[in-house]
T-cell receptor, first 112, second 114 residues
Framework: EAQVTQNPRYLITVTGKKLTVTCSQN?????MSWYRQDPGLGLRQIYY???????DKGDVPEGYKVSRKEKRNFPLILESPSPNQTSLYFC???????????FGPGTRLTVL | EDQVTQSPEALRLQEGESSSLNCSYT??????LFWYRQDPGKGPEFLFT???AGEEKEKERLKATLTKKESFLHITAPKPEDSATYLC???????????????FGQGTILTVHP
């Protein structure tokens, strides 16, 4: 089954404790992205990647890091999480820039 | 600055009462406009892609249209299972660091009562 998977689905952590949210797709897609979704602010892009080792900032990259060492994986790293990073995070992938984008199930992160 | 604005923010309909959702945009070099449906706590689910003004796409009770400034999602004879948040997103033109960047609107929350 073609899908985008994220782990963990739920995470509660404390300020400053480094964490990684994994994202994997099995569709051989070139493009992968991370978004955060907050009430009243909608979906905002954090980072995106056009291919292995090619990444670029989205609208809200501060406080986040990404890497794309393999085509199928695109982990999101929070080196020192803060409470304002409490949000619902989505990973997504698509074949080309104009193609349909498929979203993962989401990771709900709470930073205390 | 690129902007995507959806209206209304929320829409309540009776089952069978047709209506339209609006997505207006100011983006230089639009390469595509996407419509998604999102259920609470879940990832957005793709509905349509529109690439050029005048284009229309249909799927069951939904029909999406595109002009040079806005897109409409028409819902004909909606059912309670159509209740969800509907999101539109625009893809900018190629070039520079904007290539591949999608900008989403804030969504329209649709509730269909039986």
């Amino acid at each position: 089954e073609a899908q985008v998977t994220q782990n963990p689905r739920y995470l509660i952590t404390v300020t400053g404790k480094k964490l990684t949210v994994t994202c994997s797709q099995n569709m051989n897609h070139e493009y992968m992205s991370w978004y955060r979704q907050d009430p009243g602010l909608g979906l905002r892009q954090i980072y995106y990647s056009m291919n292995v080792e090619v990444t670029d900032k989205g609208d809200v990259p501060e406080g986040y890091k990404v890497s794309r060492k393999e085509k199928r994986n695109f982990p999101l790293i929070l080196e020192s999480p803060s409470p304002n990073q409490t949000s619902l995070y989505f990973c997504a992938s698509r074949w080309g820039a104009k193609d349909t984008q498929y979203f993962g199930p989401g990771t709900r992160l709470t930073v205390l | 600055e690129d902007q995507v604005t959806q209206s209304p923010e929320a829409l309540r309909l009776q089952e069978g009462e047709s209506s339209s959702l609006n997505c207006s945009y100011t983006v230089s070099g639009l390469r595509g406009l996407f419509w998604y449906r999102q259920d609470p706590g879940k990832g957005p689910e793709f509905l349509f892609t529109l690439y050029s003004a005048g284009e229309e796409k249909e799927k069951e009770r939904l029909k999406a249209t595109l002009t040079k400034k806005e897109s409409f999602l028409h819902i004909t004879a909606p059912k309670p299972e159509d209740s969800a948040t509907y999101l539109c997103a625009v893809l900018k033109g190629a070039g520079g660091t904007s290539y591949g960047k999608l900008t989403f609107g804030q969504g329209t929350i649709l509730t269909v009562h039986p």
